[in-house]
């Protein structure tokens, strides 16, 4: 049976943190879907159509990887892809009470869930969407922390030449 594992989360914007899980899933696994979640809760810097479209880009070259978006319960979202794989990734102890609280409410709305850690390449350990789009409004290359398209809108979103 193929296995399908979904990687959710806000990529507002994609960096290469979340690059470098999204590689070592494909790994690991047949399928992996990069889950782009619509939450009008929290407030996006870019829109899911953006935020899709810099996924898209970054993960052209790696086949087993598909990019989508969902709304509503991330369970519900894996009952519908017939998955029962959920990814994400753990940078430092700082991560765990927050992931743990997710996998934990995640396995009691669907038992059969699992949420696999995993673990970045430790360049990435400090590196966060939002620590570089302060980086970047503050006029700093962010070249180094994010693949080339995600720089460019960056750049655009916050007026930087360059
Ligand atoms: P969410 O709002 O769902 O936390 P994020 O886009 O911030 O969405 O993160 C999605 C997942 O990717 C989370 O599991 C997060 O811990 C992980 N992640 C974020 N940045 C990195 C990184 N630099 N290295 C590894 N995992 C990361």
Known sequence: MSQTAVYPGSFDPLTKGHLDIIQRACRLFDHVIVAVSNNPIK?????????????????????????????????????????????????????????FQLADMNRRLYREVETVFLMPDEQYTYLSSSIVKEVCARGASVDAFVPPGVARRLRRRFAVPG
């Open 43 to 99: 407030k996006a810097t870019f829109s899911v159509a953006e935020r899709i479209a810099m996924v898209e880009g970054a993960v052209r070259d790696l086949p087993n990887a598909d990019v989508d978006t969902f709304a509503g319960l991330l369970v519900d979202y894996l009952k519908t892809k017939r998955s029962r794989l959920l990814i994400r990734g753990l940078r430092a102890v700082s991560d765990m009470e927050y992931e």
